[in-house]
């Protein structure tokens, strides 16, 4: 009676922690040590718009990145990867006119897992640029949302130029971008 009273005991917990597990046969409350997913290849999607300094500025960002390993949502991980797409800054006076600059571009990207809900998108190409718009374009930092995203702020920045009749030089406007996968 006693061996069948344990192994009834046995049973009835083995269904309580069962039912205590996710489909990931994780138990709710455990740490956690992994990053939501992040796909090998995703597309890096903002735009921002707004008013500084008398101007009407638009500005996006897309681009389409590709890791040369598929994430494994590991913290402190660093995976490289290249880019290319496009970037876009618009600056209009009241009277319409202004400057509209739209370069492509293409790269190497470093993406890092800094924690589970943060993450790094670093593009070495733009360290030490003396613009400001390039500058802003350095390092993207996210987080990951209640509603399961990666997000992050963006700052859209003058590229500083002033020469042959084209300038920029004034009007920042932030906004956020987000990871799309692709």
Not at 87 to 110: E, K
Not at 119 to 147: K, M
């Amino acid at each position: 009676m006693v061996t069948s009273s344990r192994n009834a005991l046995f049973l009835a917990l083995l269904v309580l922690f069962g039912a205590c597990s996710d489909e990931s046969g994780k138990t709710p409350g455990s740490p956690v040590t992994e990053a939501p997913p992040l796909s090998r290849v995703f597309l890096v999607a903002g735009s921002v718009s707004g008013e500084d300094d008398g101007k009407t500025i638009e500005c996006y960002c897309d681009l389409r990145i590709e890791l040369s390993e598929e994430p494994d949502g590991s913290v402190g991980r660093t995976y490289e990867g290249s880019y290319g797409g496009g970037l876009g800054r618009t600056v209009l006076a009241d009277d319409g006119s202004g400057i509209s600059l739209h370069p492509d571009v293409a790269g190497v990207v470093l993406v890092r897992i800094l924690s589970v809900d943060s993450v790094e998108l670093y593009f070495p190409a733009n360290e030490g640029e003396e613009s400001r718009f390039w500058a802003n374009l350095v390092r993207f930092g996210g987080s990951w949302t209640d509603d399961s995203h990666w997000v992050g702020d963006w700052r859209c920045a003058p590229f500083d130029i002033y020469e042959g009749g084209w300038v920029d030089t004034v009007g920042t406007v932030s906004g956020k971008w987000s990871i799309i996968p692709e």
